[in-house]
């Protein structure tokens, strides 16, 4: 806890839930914009008949760092939730989850129609609802992912994850339905990301209570101080 004249600065999130949540909107916008490209080439190399250029191979690249950094952050962050002291406070969401009486209430503040209920975790259920639906969706996307992976790398990890990810394929119906389950999910994302940016500067202009200010500098003020 901080205080200063006006309000009671709590600490919300820790430096590694931070670090977590901005390399994964770093490696997000880079898989989608690479993922467009992959699927759809929108920019064409001057035609050459010097190999030098490999454009294609290069967004390629850039798609595969970016989806085995953000494997790795989601490894980190799903340690983060379970093991790490400070974010205990994630895990007290669990709770507010199953509570009706707050969903109603957290619905009806969100309707403008009373004020935001006291909740003991992090997250209000509907956020808590949407995280969850949003690691799975990251989940089936990853694992989606790693079987396209497998096709064009047959060496080293590839080959290593070869053989599962060929079940995985065939429990999927095939090679065209792992990639437009892939893309699905892609468009998921896409539309999380934008509710998730609408709803964080929603709960900022109407708490007032630096919300949008915690996941960078970790604290918000939950109430004024009167003393």
Request: hydrophobic share 55%; with cysteine.
């Amino acid at each position: 806890m901080k205080n200063d004249a006006k309000h009671i600065a709590e600490y919300e999130f820790s430096i590694g839930y931070r670090l977590t949540h901005w390399i994964r909107a770093l490696s997000i916008v880079l898989l989608v914009v690479s993922g467009f490209y992959i699927a759809y080439v929108f920019v064409s190399p001057v035609v050459t008949n010097e190999p030098v250029i490999f454009m294609n191979a290069k967004w390629r690249a850039v798609h595969m760092i970016a989806a085995f950094v953000l494997i790795a952050v989601l490894f980190f962050k799903l340690y983060l939730f379970v093991f790490d002291k400070q974010s205990r406070k994630e895990l007290a969401s669990i709770g507010d989850f199953f509570n009706i009486k707050i969903w109603i209430e957290q619905i009806k503040y969100y309707l403008f129609l009373g004020e935001h209920p006291h909740i003991k975790g992090v997250y209000n259920p509907l956020q808590f609802a949407s995280y969850l639906l949003f690691y799975i969706v990251m989940f089936v996307i990853c694992l989606t992912g790693m079987v396209l992976y497998v096709h064009v790398y047959h060496e080293g990890l590839g080959g290593l994850f070869y053989e599962p990810m060929r079940v995985v394929e065939v429990w999927m119906g095939g090679l065209a339905n792992v990639r437009e389950i892939h893309h699905i999910c892609m468009w998921v994302i896409m539309i999380f990301v934008l509710a998730h940016v609408y709803m964080a500067i929603f709960n900022a202009v109407k708490g007032k209570n630096g919300a949008m200010d915690a996941i960078i500098s970790g604290y918000k003020f939950p109430q004024e101080n009167n003393h």
